[in-house]
């Protein structure tokens, strides 16, 4: 023995694998040899005893988990957190571990029930002392972090485990004398590897690979300058070797049966107290209501996995269940996160949802001022689709031009105080903008189960369409197209090129000339091959009659180019009597406005293709505004920029034959949205055919 170390350990006489609560234990139920795990942890017993202080806990029958006296409670100083463990399996050593601390003059601090932290085994001491590394996500929960900061007086720094072999911070992490760190870091998430990195300078890194991992490298025991483990590869030992530290393996595959290795096996019940350090914990919390249909929507789930997948942790404090079938149901949900930083990102998602504070905790929004013309403060709020509120003075103000991806900017007149959302570039000096993620909140729709299921859409939301399903999507669309014509409304149609060549042109051209469509929108490709096929009967040099390529056709739209490029634009070639049919002499002839805005693949362009893509995305958004649906044709690049611009509310089919694209656009969370899997010219065909067959003009019934 050379130091005053002290160590506590717990004899396997009752050690076995009885239950499975790690993946290691899988398959392994009664699998291990009592007389090889006495014989491995003698070894391990001998070569602590040599450099250290060794202390034995009785071990007690029925817990055979208890020799992993790592997770018997975290010690720093005399002060002690006991573990309240995860698993009732290991609840029952609670009282014996802390019958050995109380015996052994430490103070003992216990959490509150039902709040999880397992001890040394998810709460690692910088070996210079300085912090605590303290882990979540399998075994502990976030929440215990702060106690452990006040209890212990310490930094604590949150990391987030997400492998599951890794459920414990000591199985993929061992902070090393003089600021070295052993890691495996896949097994944390990119957050808690950012921290990492930011606390531990690159040369103090040891990265351990997937082989030593498994092997529980990382599961060492630090004394001074010997590394005790299970086993090390070569390349680590002589890592570790290049920066002072000999590695001292003895087998413990008994015990990895388990899910555990040397460092599970020890305690160090020596920790020294720096007095000069003090509390400090970054974790925060915030409590919000969710209301709604939260269990028939999913709401409630998809809330709480957002929250994980977050990098957060929750607590449902209550939840009231909507009994009828017309009721909402309200939940009251603490969210707890390791920074500010992944608070706002798991707030900003919850407020997409709905979620909204307590009234008691209701805050006014943080308002910084625009410094720059076109450039919003650093953390400023991104605008979703949902109508949105912000809070200012102490009211709630509508926020106006709601759209997706935008700042919000405040405006004040002495009137009133004007919320708008606003792209980027047009942010002026002089306003302020919303940053953080207090005093927001969005409204949605607490539609009834009976209304969203009568809904004309709703047919559609459990996704995407398939094949067969296609008619009666059709029919469904048909049915609004013809509903907002006769009610004076608008249908906005982006389309691409593939409507042409799949030979829906003439479908498109019928539904403008027959008044579904109040504008379109699209790129150079859909009125070139428009056009191409108007005057010259092939689209992209294929004719569309006979279905065969023609000679020399694939320069027959930069011939029309030419032409219409000769004339002027579109409005005039058709005045000339140059198109004579098809989609955008339809848009000419009906007053019917499009805008056509230019990408890098254009050729010509014509000269109605706006190249300025500021200017394009204005007319788009203008011509936009005030519309019922979305009809959105073959064109990925179009369809998601006009995705973009629109607010919840406005009811959008999306109609490619690529699930991925449909997928993009009608996955926005809102009922409206629908995407359909199919070719575009058979849908035209079809919804055309469907639209004869309504020939009696709709007529709502008012109320
Ligand atoms: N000659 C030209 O100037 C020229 C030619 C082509 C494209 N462009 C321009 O390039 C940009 C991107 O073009 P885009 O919008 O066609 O491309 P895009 O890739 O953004 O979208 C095409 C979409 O059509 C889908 N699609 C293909 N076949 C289909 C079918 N049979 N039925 C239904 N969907 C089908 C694809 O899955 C894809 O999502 C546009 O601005 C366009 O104007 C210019
Ligand atoms: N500190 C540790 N990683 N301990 C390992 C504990 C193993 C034990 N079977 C469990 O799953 O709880």
Not at 21 to 50: C, F, T, Y
Not at 294 to 308: C, E, F
Not at 357 to 378: F, I, N, S
Not at 554 to 579: C, F, P
């Amino acid at each position: 023995m050379t130091s005053q170390i002290r160590f506590l350990i717990c004899p396997p006489h009752y050690y076995d694998v009885d239950y499975v609560i790690n993946p290691w234990m899988e398959g392994n139920i009664h699998k291990s040899s009592q007389e090889r795990a006495v014989e491995q942890w003698d070894k391990l017993h001998h070569i602590l005893k040599e450099h250290a202080i060794v202390d034995i806990v009785p071990p007690q029958k029925g817990w055979p988990d208890m020799v992993f006296t790592a997770n018997a409670g975290l010690v720093l100083g005399k002060t002690v957190v006991l573990s309240r463990f995860l698993h009732k399996e290991r609840q029952g050593e609670e009282p014996y571990f802390n019958q050995w601390f109380e015996e052994n003059g430490y103070t003992v601090h216990e959490l509150p029930k039902d709040l999880p932290f397992e001890g040394a085994g998810d709460a690692l001491l910088d070996r210079e002392g300085r912090w605590l590394w303290a882990g979540y996500g399998f075994r502990t929960e976030l929440d215990s972090h702060p106690y452990l900061a006040k209890w212990l007086d310490i930094e604590v720094l949150s990391l987030r485990l997400i492998d599951e072999r890794f459920y414990h911070l000591d199985t993929c992490f061992c902070p090393l004398a003089n600021g070295y760190l052993l890691y495996y870091p896949p097994a944390f998430d990119s957050y808690s590897n950012r921290l990492i990195e930011m606390r531990v300078s690159q040369e103090k890194r040891i990265a351990i690979t997937e082989a030593d991992a498994v092997n529980f490298a990382c599961n060492a025991v630090n004394i001074e300058s010997i590394v005790v483990m299970n086993k090390a590869s070569e390349p680590l030992k002589a890592r570790l070797a290049e920066v002072g530290f000999r590695v001292i393996e003895t087998p413990l595959t008994e015990f990895l049966k388990a899910g555990g290795a040397a460092k599970c096996l020890t305690l160090r019940v020596t920790e020294p107290v720096r007095e000069e350090l003090h509390a400090n914990v970054s974790v925060e919390s915030r409590v919000f209501n969710l209301e709604g249909h939260l269990l028939d929507s999913g709401l409630i789930n998809r809330a709480l996995d957002l929250i994980v997948d977050n990098g957060g942790s929750f607590q449902v404090l209550n939840f009231s269940l909507g009994e009828q079938r017309q009721s909402t149901s309200a939940a009251k949900v603490k969210v707890s996160a390791p920074s500010h930083e992944v608070m706002e990102s798991i707030i900003s998602h919850l407020i997409d949802l709905g979620a909204v504070d307590l009234p008691q905790d209701e805050r006014d929004a943080k308002l910084e001022p625009v410094t720059q013309a076109g450039v919003a403060p650093d953390d400023f709020y991104v605008s979703t689709i949902y109508p949105t509120e912000v809070r200012i003075n102490g009211e709630w103000v509508k926020v106006e031009n709601q759209r997706m991806d935008g700042a919000i900017a405040i405006t004040r007149t002495s009137k009133r105080i004007v919320a708008q959302c606003k792209l980027l570039r047009d942010v002026e000096v002089g306003e302020e903008v919303v940053v953080d993620v207090l005093g927001i909140r969005t409204v949605r729709k607490t539609e009834s189960r009976e209304r969203r299921n009568a809904e004309e859409f709703s047919f559609m939301s459990s996704g995407v369409s398939s094949e067969r399903r296609v008619e009666l999507v059709v029919e469904q669309v048909a049915w609004e197209l013809r509903k907002i014509r006769d009610g004076g409304g608008k249908v906005v149609v982006t389309a691409g090129p593939v409507v042409i060549h799949t030979g829906g042109g003439e479908h498109l051209a019928q539904l403008i000339r027959e008044g579904y469509v109040q504008a379109l929108l699209g790129g150079n490709a859909i009125a070139i091959h428009d056009i191409e096929q108007a005057i010259m009967g092939t689209s992209l040099g294929v004719d569309m009659k006979r279905g065969v390529a023609v000679r020399g056709g694939h320069r027959h739209h930069l011939k029309v180019i030419n032409t219409i490029r000769r004339y002027g634009s579109i409005a005039k070639a058709v005045e000339a009597g140059i198109i004579e049919s098809g989609v955008m002499y339809e848009c000419v002839s009906n007053g019917v406005p499009f805008s056509l805005a230019g990408s890098i693949r254009d050729d010509g362009p014509l000269p109605d293709t706006e190249m300025n893509l500021i200017k394009a995305q204005t007319e788009y958004a203008r011509l936009l505004k005030g519309a019922d649906m979305i009809l959105m044709l073959s064109s990925m690049l179009h369809s998601i920029g006009v995705g973009n611009m629109t607010p919840a509310g406005v009811k959008m089919v999306c109609v490619d034959i690529n699930p991925a694209v449909v997928t993009k656009l009608s996955d926005r969370g809102s009922i409206e949205s629908v995407g359909v899997v199919t070719d575009v010219g058979l849908f035209l065909s079809l919804l055309l055919q469907q639209l004869q067959k309504l020939t009696s003009p709709y007529t709502a019934k008012v109320s």
